[in-house]
């Protein structure tokens, strides 16, 4: 069993940064992937970023490229989202969330189905 809790979210300008994290319990999750999700109201959630355990691969979806990071500490049980250059448009509830296994397609890591345990979520507002 995982538990995820996520925090960090908030209110900025555009072209601003915030970093979200998110903590763990359970001894399974250093061999977990784990992905950050949002989804903005009326919107689908969309997968923005995965990595992989020992940090060893990391995706990105193509909207945050070069503008979010993610990054973990195995040793904190910790899950970071580094979001910089926030754009009106990256507003949405953030979810972190965890899976035992590899899809068979890079692309499904974006997709929910799959992800056995979820955070509740931390809201980042961008607005002017």
């Known amino acids: 069993q995982v538990q995820l809790v996520e925090s960090g979210g908030g209110s900025v300008q555009p072209g601003g940064s915030l970093r979200l994290s998110c903590a763990a319990s359970g001894e399974s999750y250093k061999t977990d992937y784990v992905g950050w999700f949002r989804q903005a109201p009326g919107k689908e959630r969309e997968g923005v970023a995965v990595?992989?355990?020992?940090?060893?691969?990391?995706y990105y979806t193509d909207s945050v490229k070069g503008r979010f990071s993610i990054s973990r500490d195995d040793a904190k049980n910790t899950v970071y989202l580094q979001m910089n250059d926030l754009k009106t448009e990256d507003t949405a509830i953030y979810y972190c969330?965890?899976?035992?296994?590899?899809?068979?397609?890079?692309?499904?890591?974006?997709?929910?189905?799959?992800?056995?345990?979820w955070g509740q979520g931390t809201q980042v507002t961008v607005s002017s």
């Open positions: 969330a965890s899976r035992r296994t590899r899809p068979t397609y890079v692309v499904d890591f974006f997709r929910s189905m799959g992800y056995e345990y």
């Open positions: 990595i992989r355990p020992s940090s060893s691969i990391i």
